[in-house]
């Protein structure tokens, strides 16, 4: 039986393989940037994929969310937490800028879900409520991605900039919908912090624990990452360029 602070494993084994796929694609999105290879990385298969990634991480916010709710968890840990996750997102806008000025990540993956753990804390005493909420965010958000505006201080709801360009930009509009799916299915899959289905409670396998290791360590595999994966590019270029 599940104790009430013991981990989902499972939880972290999919956040494990979400990490393990962002890498993926961000090493072929390297190899694009840096013209180690020549493809396009925004055509349809690409874009899918990019797609299936962020959706699973960001379902997996919503039903850890809902989680710590059940156990007890107040605005004030939701609150720390958002921060948190938010200072390392501007971490990462401050890095960026500097190292690429143009494309620069303003409001990217950590920036959206640092601010949509605060925010969320309202939505946790529903269930099928955040359903309905989430069709309006889905429908504006996309509505949204077609049409500009002259000013930039609502950014990070969805309102884009003319001319505004970034290499990782993620809305509360549309993507909060995804955060809001991933409460209903916290609250359904694992009511009063036990498990709805049937599923061992300490995985064997050795791949199985090492993957949940990642998914584990999430936050600091996703700051990393891209500076290793570019410091390897780059070796790799200069490399080729010096033969």
């Keep these: 039986m599940q104790t009430i602070n013991k981990r989902f494993w499972e939880i972290d084994f999919l956040r494990g393989i979400a990490i393990i796929l962002m890498i993926c694609f961000h090493i072929a999105y390297d190899l694009k940037y840096f013209e180690l290879l020549n493809f396009d990385i925004n055509s349809t298969p690409w874009t899918i994929f990019r797609i299936s990634i962020f959706s699973l991480f960001f379902l997996l916010v919503g039903i850890s969310l ?41 409001f990217g993956v950590l920036h959206f879900i640092g601010l949509s753990i605060i925010l969320a804390y309202p939505f ?81 396998s050795v791949f199985v624990k090492f993957i949940d290791f990642l998914g584990k360590k999430s936050l600091v595999i996703y700051l990393i990452h891209q500076p290793v994966i570019i410091g390897v590019l780059l070796g790799v270029k200069y490399l080729l360029t010096t033969q």
């Design 66 to 106: 809902s989680i710590g709710k059940e156990r007890g968890k107040q605005f004030k840990n939701y609150f720390k937490r958002g921060l948190k996750v938010f200072f390392w997102g501007m971490i990462i806008t401050l890095v960026s800028y500097i190292f690429m000025r143009q494309g620069f990540v303003f």
């Design 124 to 204: 946790l005493r529903f269930t099928y409520l955040n359903l309905l909420f989430a069709v309006p965010i889905i429908v504006l958000g996309f509505y949204l991605f077609s049409i500009s505006f002259d000013f930039q201080w609502l950014l990070w709801i969805g309102l884009k900039p003319n001319g505004f360009y970034t290499v990782d930009y993620f809305p509360l509009l549309p993507y909060f919908s995804i955060i809001l799916i991933g409460i209903f299915l916290g609250k359904k899959l694992y009511p009063n912090t036990m498990r709805a289905f049937k599923l061992k409670d300490s995985p064997t």
